[in-house]
């Protein structure tokens, strides 16, 4: 079995920081993509971010330029810094990771930001 533990939302102004960090422990597959998702009300849950254990990374045109996506392989965690933040920033924040089919999906409980004055 697998867990992703996800920690680090929170409330913050606009145009401030925060970090997320998503640790999995279980039965984990080396070779794996480990990203973050988002859902805000009434939305569809999209990609924001996604990074290979070997190195490639991916970002949704909304967060580029503001959030980093990196990852500790060997302490198999994901970390989303999210700079710049906006009031359409605010969703549940989900952790996944994907060991492809054989190995399976699995997802975090989630983590609320909300960026407001």
């Known amino acids: 079995q697998v867990q992703l533990v996800e920690s680090g939302g929170g409330l913050v102004q606009p145009g401030g920081s925060l970090r997320l960090s998503c640790a999995a422990s279980?039965?984990?597959?080396?070779?794996?993509?480990m990203g973050w998702y988002r859902q805000a009300p009434g939305k569809q849950r999209e990609l924001v971010a996604s990074?290979?254990?070997?190195?490639?990374?991916n970002y949704a045109d909304s967060v580029k330029g503001r959030f980093t996506i990196s990852r500790d392989n060997d302490k198999n965690t994901v970390y989303l810094v999210m700079k710049a933040l906006k009031p359409e920033d605010t969703a549940v924040y989900y952790c996944?990771?994907?060991?492809?089919?054989?190995?399976?999906?699995?997802w975090g409980q989630g983590t609320q930001v909300t960026v407001s004055s």
């Open positions: 990074a290979t254990s070997g190195g490639s990374v």
């Open positions: 279980g039965s984990i597959f080396r070779f794996n993509t």
């Open positions: 996944k990771l994907d060991q492809g089919v054989f190995w399976g999906v699995y």
